[in-house]
């Protein structure tokens, strides 16, 4: 499936659970930090099977947030490639990303 179709589904699912109308942006921010902390630990351990579900679930509650926010993801989501994508240059060995000015 593909990004999109996926997107769709989750929506669909935070729906019929009633997350998207019930659900409030700071439950969804909150639950979106549990998640990205759990995928955190996944990295630490280097359990590749953890760290797919730990992106995955984020993607869930960042979706979620989104929507109970009034947003919608791929709105969000352009918004960050638009800030990032004229940025320049380059991540050093140390894993510090150095801007070209």
Request: aromatic letters at 4%.
């Amino acid at each position: 499936m593909n990004i999109d179709t996926l997107t769709k589904h989750i929506s669909q699912w935070g729906e019929d659970r009633g997350i998207t109308i019930n659900g409030k942006p700071l439950g969804q921010a909150g639950k979106m930090i549990e998640e990205a902390a759990e995928t955190l630990q996944a990295v630490i351990k280097g359990d590749k099977s953890e760290i797919i579900d730990g992106i995955g679930d984020v993607y869930v509650t960042l979706v979620m947030l989104a929507e109970t926010s009034g947003l919608d993801i791929a709105d969000c989501i352009e918004a960050a490639y638009e800030e990032i994508k004229d940025r320049k240059g380059f991540l050093d060995s140390n894993g510090v990303f150095h801007k070209e000015l």
